[in-house]
């Protein structure tokens, strides 16, 4: 029975005008024609892994399953390894600099994971620059077309010994709930690393009225249904669509007017 061909899905930081993320995708397609190539995004801060690695998290849990093929690489050229990496949900590649652990995480977590070693499968080239196209994108190839099994990548790697990146924790007490905004969207919106139960747990609900500081400014607002609600401020709080407590300006942006950043402290309390 002929196996089926797996789905690559990609992110990168590459942007769209250089034309390497259709050179990788031509990599891609001229092992294996058929090869069907997702895009997840292309727009990643450059060198973001912090913004990447939660960009993947949450699209892990939609994308199908096969391949990930994740390229964040500040360290690209340097002794940081070259990874694939089998989970429950189906394989990652991409650079060991923390980038793919959270989605390994949210997943269930690595199983095994090897070097991308094998050169059968590396691009020769002058240069070691553009590893997405040399070394990820063929093995990406290989083993969603069948002509690679993942024992084959290379070595196998003690996962104790893989880059992590974790979310930073929230700091709850009886009256205030300490956190952070893990990332701004391009609307201006700031996610924090607060969720709705931690709010829940300061008996509030939606509707009601929330103390926010952010940064060095603190103000009154309310935690909204919708972004067109009405609410005390013009920055307001939300559920967001990963299920976790949003601060957003009406119409507007919430980041510019709060001078609001990623990493930015943020406490909510009654």
């Known amino acids: 029975m002929k196996s089926m061909k797996k789905i690559i899905s990609f992110a ?3 942007g769209l005008e250089d034309g390497s993320v259709g050179v990788v995708k031509g990599v891609i397609n001229r092992i294996d024609p058929e090869l069907k190539v997702n895009d997840i995004s292309h727009g990643i801060p450059a060198q973001d892994i912090r913004y990447a690695s939660l960009l993947l998290m949450r699209a892990i849990q939609y994308i199908p399953q096969g391949v990930l093929l994740g390229v964040v690489d500040p360290g690209v050229g340097t002794e940081r390894k070259a ?3 089998e989970t429950e949900w189906g394989v ?3 650079p060991d600099n923390g980038l793919l652990n959270l989605a390994c995480a949210t997943v269930g977590g690595a199983q095994r994971a090897f070097l991308l070693e094998n050169t059968d499968w590396i691009i ?3 240069g070691s620059t553009f590893h997405a196209r040399d070394i990820f994108s063929p093995f990406a190839a ?3 077309s069948g002509q690679l099994a993942l024992e084959e990548f290379g070595p196998e790697v003690d996962l104790g010994d893989l880059k992590q990146y974790l979310i930073p924790l929230t700091d709850v007490s009886e009256k205030e709930i300490k956190g952070e905004v893990l990332y701004v969207d391009h609307f201006g919106n700031c996610q924090t690393n607060v969720s709705p139960e931690e709010l829940r747990s300061l008996n509030l609900s939606i509707g009601d009225v929330v103390n926010v500081t952010v940064g060095s400014r603190s103000f009154k607002t309310t935690w909204c249904e919708s ?3 009405e609410y005390l401020d013009n920055v307001g709080l939300i559920t967001d669509s990963w299920g976790m407590v949003l601060i957003f300006r009406k119409n507007g942006n919430a980041a510019e007017i709060l001078e609001c950043k990623d990493s930015s402290k943020v406490s909510f309390s009654i």
Do not use: V
């Open 12 to 14: 990168t930081d590459f």
């Open 83 to 85: 990874i694939g990496i």
């Open 92 to 94: 990652m590649i991409g």
């Open 124 to 126: 020769p080239s002058e």
């Open 142 to 144: 290989g083993y969603a």
């Open 227 to 229: 972004f067109q609600s």
